[in-house]
């Protein structure tokens, strides 16, 4: 019981305040009675702690527990965690949607109105710190024995009506011609007229809808045949549908296309233009756009609004002015990634994609890594690809710092969709020079595993499961940490939380790591009850946190600094390195933000350093970092934000 009480005062001084309740015992379950209290006693001595790290467990008070989706580090130093529904479908049907503003440094929280169901959306940061959020949920999935009359997609098409625009009520009935099977509308829509060119001709016009059988039963299902279908009771020429799959199958989640700027210093959301197709489990980042002044965010992938995965000419990318506030098709990028690409900016302005991606998709195309020329829409894969490339799916990818050396790290995964099994490779892809190498495996075989970068260029790789969401209790409770220069992995405190799917992890400030969520399918080994989402936080303090030694403290540094400078900053210790580190904006373990960039670092005088940014926007993208100073026994300071315009 001593043990207990101590860790919850050490706890305490960790978050900084009194609200939180923060939890001692939440260890893995393999230990009970005596040898829980001996791994927890041996992970406590400071000889441990100083080799491999610590965590500790944070439970927020009930009126501000949520399940965290979606997590994203601001430059005022809070954490913003966005549920959205959360995964649940009576919050859905009840309009009960949560976002949570929490303050690690003073363990102030307070929650935000949160206005539609961003949960599984993108997110990208802003030039001036906002946040960006689009797409997500607009209605839940249906599961196949769950399914009552057979439903699809129907195409309304307009070949000959000129006059006027032409309403389609719900409830209207469409006749399959080649049965007599009658399909009705669940939504009200508009037909466009069709469009007279100038010089003659003219431009027909359609529109899509969600269509069910009207009596319910088997028999009116088909699946990738065409048919087309009579609209009953208006025989207009030109007018008629046409589906290729009507059927009783599960029905996917239906994406959302709403926008919204998250106002870091307003603390509100701010309504912005709809996207253009409606995404839920899209991917955002940043990227030169149409906008000479500025860079765009560009959004890709995702089910649309009737749970159809974006494909080809389907609208796969569009662009977001962050002046206009709008967002622009760009069919001249069309490049159908599965569901949650792991993007990343790369140094010559392509895009870096690892192979890694969540859930949906063609399995066959585009699961390996390559560039995406924003220029030209041309792909071009890494030669040999990732050792066992079935398993990219739910694996993590990080670049990895420094930025400058254009390496990301693959960990993890498992095969497309829900199929059993999972992987302990870790790969580095060279992107510079198109090439894969191998790095030593996880621990433990997993899938969802998650990824950060440390001020000291390490990588925290924390969490996952082999099964499935976790299923027959499959948690993985293992730490590792991985060092890029050295391409070796030194297992560490494992984590006392499991974490699964819809699971996060970010840096904080301070140089700890917070981890949050989890959605395991079951909630026992035998797969037979129903699992309950993790709401509880974990921190990780590296192993520079308890080494002999003062940490070195940034003492003046400017607010913002221009690419291409050199800058003073004082600081105490003796620093070795300086690093930008680009906050994260994470889920389902995708981030497409996160980046550790090197400063050049010189020493003027006595406690006087002069820094210098690279010139390479694509490097530095604008926004707000952390600068870190690392002195010369890999002890971090905390963070000072400084924003690069």
Not at 156 to 183: K, M
């Amino acid at each position: 019981m001593k043990r207990s009480t101590a860790l919850k005062l050490r706890n305490r001084a960790v978050v900084g305040g009194v609200a939180v309740l923060l939890v001692a015992v939440n260890g893995p379950q393999v230990a009970i009675g005596t040898d829980r209290a001996s791994t927890f006693w041996q992970e406590s001595r400071p000889d441990y702690m100083a080799a491999n790290g610590s965590w500790t467990t944070v439970e927020l008070p009930p009126e501000y527990q949520l399940n965290g989706v979606h997590s994203v580090l601001l430059a005022t130093g809070k954490v913003l965690v966005v549920a959205g529904s959360g995964n649940n479908e009576h919050h859905f049907e009840a309009g009960t949607f949560r976002t949570l503003l929490w303050d690690p440094a003073t363990d102030q929280m307070r929650t935000i109105d949160t206005p539609e169901d961003l949960f599984c959306g993108g997110h990208a940061f802003l030039p001036n710190g906002n946040v960006l959020i689009a797409g997500g949920t607009k209605k839940y999935e249906v599961l196949e024995s769950d399914v009552e009359r057979a439903a699809g997609v129907l195409t309304i098409h307009n070949d000959a009506i000129y006059e006027v625009d032409t309403p389609v009520p719900v409830g209207t009935v469409f006749v399959d011609d080649a049965t007599g099977v009658e399909y009705r509308t669940t939504e009200d829509t508009v037909l466009p007229m069709v469009r007279k060119l100038a010089g003659g001709g003219k431009e027909p016009t359609s529109v899509r809808v969600w269509v069910e059988a009207v009596e319910p039963g088997t028999g009116d299902d088909f699946t990738g045949e065409g048919h087309q279908l009579t609209w009953k009771g208006d025989d207009r020429p030109g007018l008629y549908g046409q589906a290729d799959t009507i059927d009783s199958a599960k029905q996917d989640y239906w994406g959302l296309d709403a926008s919204y700027e998250f106002d870091i210093y307003k603390e509100q959301y701010v309504e912005v233009g709809d996207l253009n197709r409606a995404r839920w489990y899209p991917s955002l980042f940043s990227a030169a756009g149409s906008n000479p002044d500025d860079d765009s965010i560009f959004a890709v992938s995702g089910l649309d609004e009737y749970g159809q995965f974006i494909d080809e000419n389907q609208g796969t990318t569009e662009e977001y002015d962050v002046h206009a506030k709008t967002w622009t098709p760009r069919p001249d990028l069309d490049m159908p990634f599965p569901t949650y690409p792991a993007l990343f900016r790369g140094a010559d302005g392509k895009i870096l994609y690892s192979g890694s991606s969540t859930g949906y998709g063609p399995a066959e195309r585009l699961r390996a890594p390559g560039t995406w020329d924003l220029t030209t829409n041309e792909f071009a894969e890494i030669p040999g690809g990732l050792r066992e490339p079935e398993m990219n799916e739910t694996s993590s990818s990080i670049l990895l710092a420094p930025a400058q050396e254009q390496d990301v790290l693959v960990a993890g995964g498992g095969p497309v969709g829900d199929t059993p099994g999972s992987t302990a490779r870790v790969d580095v892809i060279s992107f510079d020079d198109a090439r894969v190498t191998p790095a030593p495996d996880l621990v433990q075989p997993g899938r969802y595993v998650s990824a950060v970068n440390l001020p000291t260029d390490d990588v925290l790789l924390t969490g996952g499961s082999r099964g499935y969401r976790g299923s027959n209790r499959s948690d993985n409770f293992a730490a590792q940490l991985y060092t890029p220069a050295t391409n070796t992995m030194e297992e560490v405190a494992p984590n006392h939380v499991g974490r699964n799917y819809h699971s996060e992890a970010l840096l904080l400030p301070d140089g700890s790591v917070l981890t949050l969520g989890s959605d395991p399918l079951y909630g026992d080994a035998e797969n037979e009850t129903a699992g309950t989402f993790e709401k509880r936080f974990e921190i990780y303090q590296p192993p520079y946190f308890f080494t002999e030694g003062a940490r070195p403290m940034v003492l003046k540094a400017p607010e913002s600094v221009e690419r291409g400078t050199t800058f003073e900053v004082r600081a105490s210790g003796n620093i070795a390195s300086a690093r930008l580190v680009r906050p994260s904006a994470v889920t389902h373990v995708t981030d497409t933000e996160q980046r550790s960039v090197a400063l050049d670092v010189e020493r003027t005088g006595s406690g006087a350093l002069a820094l210098t940014l690279d010139a390479n926007e694509n490097l530095t993208p604008a926004g707000h970092y952390m600068l870190f100073l690392v002195d010369e026994n890999g002890k971090p300071s905390v963070a000072q934000w400084v924003h690069v315009p």
